[in-house]
């Protein structure tokens, strides 16, 4: 079945450490997006890709890092530069624009310790 | 600048009874709108999205969704909620170019009493 998986489900991070966070999707998407959700804040747009090799800067994008260096893979950096790391983090992918809505993965949460 | 209100951050409806969740959009023209779902540590799943046309749309799980133009509304309805419908719901407009990303409320939580 097609979808999109993210990993790891949990992930732990010490301060001052960059971790990478896994997306990938066997969809044929051509569009890939990472967000970001914290209690009551909603989703906040980190950075989105509408082909490979090309990737914008969303919202929040400070202290991420992205890259598209296949269709099928969209993986997230959080970088030390990241000040409040600690979140759920949401990977979607959808065809070309955002017209026809999203399919997400199952979100990865990251933690600081 | 495009933007999606929901006003209610958290509602309690008795099981069986109706459900209306409101959601106020900000958009220079006719967005393309959604409805999505939310169980607890879960990805979102989606409801219902309205382009174009029938103003009244329905979607999963006995949901519909009103888009009303003059009140840039688009209020998601179920006649009578299950206890498995609590979860958290968010409202999203896009743009009806490429090239652009959805944006999504701050959601609300539903819970259903017995």
């Known amino acids: 079945d097609g979808g999109i998986t993210q990993s790891p489900k949990y992930l732990f991070r010490k301060e001052g450490q960059n971790v990478t966070l896994s997306c990938e999707q066997n969809?044929?998407?051509?569009?890939m997006y990472w967000y970001r959700q914290d209690p009551g804040q909603g989703l906040r747009l980190i950075y989105y890709?509408?082909?490979?090799?090309?990737?914008q800067k969303g919202d929040i994008a400070e202290g991420y890092s992205v890259s598209r260096e296949k269709k099928e893979s969209f993986p997230l950096t959080v970088t030390s530069a990241q000040k409040n790391p600690t979140a759920f983090y949401l990977c979607?992918?959808?065809?070309?624009?955002?017209?026809?809505?999203?399919?997400f993965g199952s979100g990865t949460r990251l933690t600081v310790v | 600048a495009q933007s999606v209100t929901q006003p209610d951050i958290h509602i309690t409806v008795s099981e069986g009874a109706s459900l209306e969740l409101r959601c106020n959009y900000s958009?220079?023209?006719?967005?393309?709108l959604f409805w999505y779902v939310q169980s607890p540590g879960q990805g979102l799943q989606l409801l219902l999205k309205?382009?174009?046309?029938?103003?009244l749309v329905q979607g999963i799980k006995g949901f519909e969704a009103e888009f009303k133009r003059s009140q840039s509304s688009f209020n998601l309805r179920k006649p009578s909620v299950h206890w498995s419908d609590a979860a958290e719901y968010f409202c999203?407009?896009?743009?009806?170019?490429?090239?652009?990303?959805?944006?999504f409320g701050k959601g609300t939580t539903l819970s259903v009493s017995s």
């Open positions: 979607a992918s959808s065809t070309a624009g955002s017209n026809y809505g999203y399919t």
């Open positions: 890709s509408q082909i490979v090799n090309d990737f």
């Open positions: 999203a407009v896009g743009a009806t170019m490429a090239g652009t990303a959805l944006i």
């Open positions: 309205y382009f174009s046309g029938d103003t």
């Open positions: 958009y220079g023209a006719t967005p393309y």
């Open positions: 969809l044929n998407h051509d569009a």
